[in-house]
């Protein structure tokens, strides 16, 4: 039995995603959160096999600097981080960080249980460059900045004054990448 704790900041997608999971024989769900910030707390309680967690989170709290914490503190529990976002600098951070593997969530649920099953059999899963949703994607430099700030945790009006934009500008390009990916959030 893997034993996991799944961080998702979106309610609804945390809700699908523990019903999904959770009819899986050998997963047990053993906690879920919307905030990054209490994996730690979490780990220490629950003492899972491995943790499922989404890079941008809200509350300012990113996935990517979580999975530092953790490994630093529990470098036994193993980490999947996802992300919607093209963003291939993801996928560089992830492993940085120390993440086990890496998903985009477009993954079907099969492969996602795979993902998770071979993680850990200490095979590391990341994406190839070459096959990342990332390619056609025509984000301008100015969308790719404002994107990767969001995924940092910064609010509107803190990316507003980072680039020195209205908040107008940063929500109507908050919304480009939006329709230009095809998800409902970032």
């Not at 951070?93 to 120390?98: I, N, Q």
């Not at 998770?116 to 200490?122: E, F, G, K, L, Y």
């Amino acid at each position: 039995m893997i034993r996991m704790i799944l961080v998702e900041d979106q309610q609804i997608l945390l809700d699908s995603l523990y019903d999904s999971l959770s009819m899986t024989p050998d997963l047990d769900i053993v906690a879920k959160t919307t905030n990054a910030a209490e994996i730690l707390s979490l780990c220490e309680f629950y003492k899972p096999d491995l943790v499922l967690m989404d890079i941008c989170n809200e509350e300012g709290h990113m996935g990517i600097s979580e999975t530092v914490r953790l490994k630093e503190k529990m470098p036994e529990i193993k980490v999947i981080l996802m992300t919607a976002m093209p963003d291939m600098s993801f996928v560089h951070d992830a492993k940085e960080a120390g993440a086990d593997s890496f998903v985009y969530k477009n993954v079907s649920k099969d492969d996602l249980v795979k993902s998770i099953r071979s993680t850990m059999q200490n095979y590391n899963t990341f994406p190839a460059e070459q096959n990342a949703p990332s390619a056609g994607l025509d984000l301008t430099e100015r969308e790719e900045e404002i994107l990767r700030l969001v995924c940092q945790g910064q609010s509107r009006k803190e990316i507003s004054e980072t680039l020195f934009l209205s908040e107008n500008t940063v929500r109507n390009n908050i919304n480009k990448i939006l329709t230009k990916t095809g998800f409902d959030s970032i």
